[in-house]
């Protein structure tokens, strides 16, 4: 049950600078949460995760069209302020910052962010436009709110380190912290597009968590990576997912493609699937041998 607590919205560039930096003047440190609303326990770990590293902690509710293709699902995404902001109330979130899309992109914009770093493998390959859209509201948002931590999910890994790379080159005093993945109890991976999955459908999505899990097992038996991704690609296709996006292991610190076999690197196992017009994502560790 949710509390009655009241939440301070702010939803003027200007007055969450002026919020933030009254903190700041009074010792206080900072931690921004960006999100695109329709929050589940997966954000809500995320504003916990803030109040652990931070004295102050904001999540953003925007739901960014940037990082939207034409045809995608931006006029659909779920929506509902009042349900976010009774949720940032009920874990004790300090200030929800709810900008409208002029604040965010007024008339004339003109500036685009891009980080050229992983630009052309996993969710960029089939999304070219959505990293672009996700650089530009972050560096955004960063620089509106000034904070000394900004928490992103592990959930989307490959933006987390996009990310990561977005606030080291840009020289941006932030320090990115990622968080854990957070799952329903069949091991599905929490999104808000889960909303979209239909009944039978939802009870597919829930195979996606173990078909991995059991790829990175026979990886890290020492099977060549290559053969238990086919298995894997075999057993989704199985499982009844009607498109794979990819399914790839990568290196959890560049996403450099590895060897054949593990060896003394940790890797990431990362997946993309379809079922229907939902598209799923999900990544897990492959531990280095002797770790």
């Not at 902690?57 to 995404?77: H, I, K, L, M, R």
């Not at 890797?267 to 897990?284: K, M, S, W």
Request: with cysteine.
């Amino acid at each position: 049950m949710m509390t009655e607590t009241k939440l301070d919205v702010v939803r003027d560039p200007k007055r969450v600078r002026e919020r933030i930096a009254d903190w700041r003047a009074r010792g206080m440190t900072v931690a921004v949460v960006p999100t695109m609303g329709a929050l589940h326990e997966g954000h809500l770990s995320l504003v916990r995760r803030g109040q652990e590293v931070a004295d102050r902690t904001v999540a953003s509710v925007f739901v960014n069209p940037a990082q939207f293709a034409p045809g995608e699902d931006f006029d659909a995404y779920p929506r509902g302020e009042a349900q976010d902001f009774a949720r940032l109330a009920d874990v004790g979130c300090d200030l929800a910052y709810a900008p409208p899309r002029s604040a965010m992109y007024p008339d004339g914009f003109a500036t685009s962010v891009r980080v050229d770093a992983y630009a052309d493998i996993l969710c960029a390959a089939s999304r070219p436009h959505f990293f672009g859209g996700v650089a530009t509201v972050v560096t955004k948002l960063l620089n509106q709110c000034r904070p000394d931590v900004a928490v992103f999910g592990e959930k989307d890994y490959q933006q987390l380190l996009i990310v990561r790379r977005l606030a080291r080159d840009l020289d941006l005093d932030v320090e990115i912290v990622g968080a854990p993945i957070v799952r329903e109890p069949d091991g599905l991976a929490m999104s808000s597009r889960n909303a979209y999955l239909t009944t039978a459908q939802r009870a597919v999505a829930g195979r996606l968590n173990a078909i991995m899990a059991a790829v990175v097992r026979a990886i890290e038996a020492g099977e060549p990576i290559a053969a238990a991704i086919a298995a894997g690609r075999a057993d989704l296709n199985a499982a009844g997912f009607d498109r794979i996006d990819y399914l790839e292991a990568r290196d959890a610190a560049d996403l450099s493609a590895p060897g054949d076999r593990l060896a003394e690197r940790h890797l990431r196992l990362f997946a993309a699937v379809y079922l229907g017009e939902t598209r799923l994502i999900d990544n897990r560790a492959i531990n280095a041998r002797g770790n």
